[in-house]
């Protein structure tokens, strides 16, 4: 059954090792930013450094791991019809729109959002780490480094699928980003696949 993130809020839940999560942007040029904790351990979680590391590239796609700081497979991207998405920045949050944005009265943001979703499992927001931003597009200068946050590539329907390498915590959201987002919030779709359903 598909699930709906309204937009600027987020979710968390259990994916067993196995299932497969399928992400879908249902009306384009939509973030959701996701992490995942070992159910066993919630001190293991997704790491940006280890993943981007051992695949030896910034940009991952289908057929690419991610680790986690334990350096074992989380999860495995299983298909993916838009081919860019961003696993160097940290989810926004109040400080973001804060320091980025100029905001006096900032929104919590994913960051925010994550750590709301994951308090039933007790993690706090010291434990969110570098989220995997599906659909996010961050453009990288390969001379200068520097970086510029695009509308995402991503046109309604796409859709990002993760593979449970074991049993998992997973937050997602629909972020709350305007730079991220073209400008403008959108709900953020999701379901979860036995391993017989995966098509
Ligand atoms: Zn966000």
Request: glycine share 8%.
């Amino acid at each position: 059954m598909t699930q709906c993130i309204a937009p600027r809020s987020g979710v968390a839940f259990e994916l067993s090792q196995g299932q497969v999560l399928e992400v879908i942007d249902p009306q384009g040029e939509q973030v959701a930013d996701l992490v995942a904790f070992s159910r066993d351990d919630l001190n293991e979680a997704i790491s940006s450094g280890r993943s981007i590391d051992y695949a030896s590239k910034i940009f991952l796609t289908t057929g690419d791991s991610i680790y986690s700081n334990r350096s074992r497979v989380m999860m495995t991207i299983v298909a993916d019809t838009v081919g860019r998405h961003d696993f160097l920045l940290t989810p926004c949050s109040a400080d973001t729109f804060r320091i980025i944005y100029g905001h006096d009265h900032p929104h919590r943001g994913c960051h925010g959002n994550l750590t709301a979703a994951l308090e039933p499992w007790g993690i706090g927001p010291d434990q969110i780490p570098v989220a995997f931003n599906v659909f996010m597009h961050v453009e990288v200068n390969g001379q200068t480094g520097e970086l510029r946050v695009l509308p995402p590539k991503s046109n309604a329907g796409d859709h990002a699928r993760f593979r449970a390498e074991m049993d998992l915590v997973i937050g997602l959201t629909a972020c709350s980003a305007e730079q991220s987002n073209n400008h403008s919030f959108k709900p953020i779709h999701y379901r979860v696949l036995n391993a017989h359903e995966v098509p």
